[in-house]
């Protein structure tokens, strides 16, 4: 039998340990909230998949993790969930490999994600994202909440007319948002590549149809366009001025940067990409440049604005399942706070989602995302490596 689909059967046999309890209570020896607020020796009470309270209930506990830090499910509103290497160990399908192996694929990532303790996800590549969220959404296949863009447009999808009725096109076929690429790879330079009039027909039409606009920009000139045109999130950033650091924090523009983890696989798994497309020496050499800058951005907009800050890591091949480096690279490298950092991957990336009703917090009335960990990310963030319990909409995936 195909390993991949090997794999598919095992995950559906081993996932549903614990199914949706119709009551159940969780003691947690310290709850992380996610919007900043931490309690300790608390009972959560869960039902039909809803957290109906936080208190300070006796027991017995379904769950007793006296000894762990409980969080709301982690979000992450940047990845590429059917990205993988084949199997010849490179960045792209194998010749004549099937679009069924390719969803394979994606499930495996999907699966390590949540895992790893993201429940939820926003998925940023393709049109057949949509076919594992449906799958997912139906119960039996174990993976996050996945929200999708479907196929991206770009500079080469037309002028501003068909732009429109591209973007119309997705509204109807079911996209969550619409991604964009405003400018170019940093591999190529990441200068603005679509025109003005491109950019404003896009987000523009999406915000007629309440669609939110995720935005691939570098550079100053470029994410000032995209957020003039009144576009919702900037994936990337990089390189710009503090005025738009000002512009950012004045609009409300989200802002998904990506600093650690998306180098870091790059350049761990180089062999694997070098000679596709743009990946090459020069290609390497950009992105080496773009990893400093980065961090030089990263910090002064924590310094300098009240820029809202999401968690995204830009997941593709070699990162699914290790979505957490990021937060982990923006707290030691790029001097972000604790707590700042764990709020940017829960309430805010909620917010950002607009589903900050139902997920990122552990409150009363919200989704039963639960994750719990060994030790105290507030002391060591590291820690938040040590996913030991995932529970999603009520559901136990994981349990160790």
């Known amino acids: 039998m195909n390993k991949v689909v090997t794999l598919a059967l095992l995950f559906l046999c081993s996932s549903f ?36 309270s936080i208190d300070n209930g006796a027991g017995p506990y379904d769950f007793d993790f006296s000894d762990k830090t409980v969080l709301p499910g982690l979000i992450d509103t940047h990845v590429h969930i059917t ?16 679009p069924a192996q390719t969803l394979l694929y994606a499930a495996e990532n999907a699966y390590v994600t949540l895992m790893a303790g993201f429940t939820t996800i926003q998925s940023v590549g393709r049109a057949d994202d ?15 909440h996945i929200l999708t863009s479907l196929a991206p447009v770009n500079v080469n999808s037309g002028p501003p007319q068909r732009l429109r009725e591209i973007v119309q096109q997705h509204h109807e076929d079911g996209a969550d948002v619409i991604k964009m690429f405003a400018s170019a790879s940093i ?83 180089r062999g694997k990409f070098i000679g596709i497309g743009n990946y090459t020496e020069e290609g390497y050499a950009a992105m080496e440049e773009a990893r400093s800058i ?31 480096e990021e937060l982990i690279y923006r707290v030691t490298e ?18 950002s989602l607009r589903m900050d009703t139902e997920i990122g917090s552990v409150a009363s009335g919200y989704n039963a995302d639960i994750i719990a960990i060994d030790g105290n990310p507030l002391q060591d963030v590291t820690a938040l490596r040590n996913v030991r319990f995932v529970m999603k909409d009520g559901s136990v995936h994981k349990n160790n």
């Open 17 to 52: 340990s614990f199914a949706q309890s119709e009551q159940l209570t969780i003691r947690a020896g310290l709850l992380i909230d996610g919007t900043g607020a931490t309690s300790e020796n608390v009972t959560i009470k869960v039902e039909d998949g809803i957290i109906q």
């Open 334 to 351: 790029g001097g972000q706070g604790i707590m700042e950092a764990i709020v940017s991957a829960t309430s805010l990336a909620a917010e």
């Open 187 to 269: 591999r190529d330079g990441g200068h603005q590549v679509m025109s003005d009039d491109q950019i404003e027909a896009v987000c523009v039409t999406a915000n007629e149809l309440g669609l939110r606009t995720v935005v691939h920009a570098y550079g100053t000139e470029s994410i000032a366009t995209v957020i003039e045109a009144g576009c919702t999130q900037i994936e990337h950033g990089n390189r710009y001025s503090d005025d738009i650091i000002e512009l950012m924090s004045e609009t409300g523009t989200y802002y998904d940067p990506h600093l650690g983890l998306l180098y870091a696989n790059y350049f761990d798994n």
């Open 294 to 324: 980065g961090y030089e951005t990263f910090k002064r907009t924590l310094e300098l604005g009240k820029v809202k800050i999401v968690y995204g890591t830009d997941a593709l091949a070699g990162a699914h399942g290790r979505n957490i």
């Open 130 to 144: 949509k076919d594992l969220r449906d799958a997912i959404n139906r119960g039996i296949l174990p993976g996050p």
């Open 83 to 98: 990205a993988h290497f084949n199997s010849q160990g490179r960045y792209e399908p194998d010749p004549g490999q099937t």
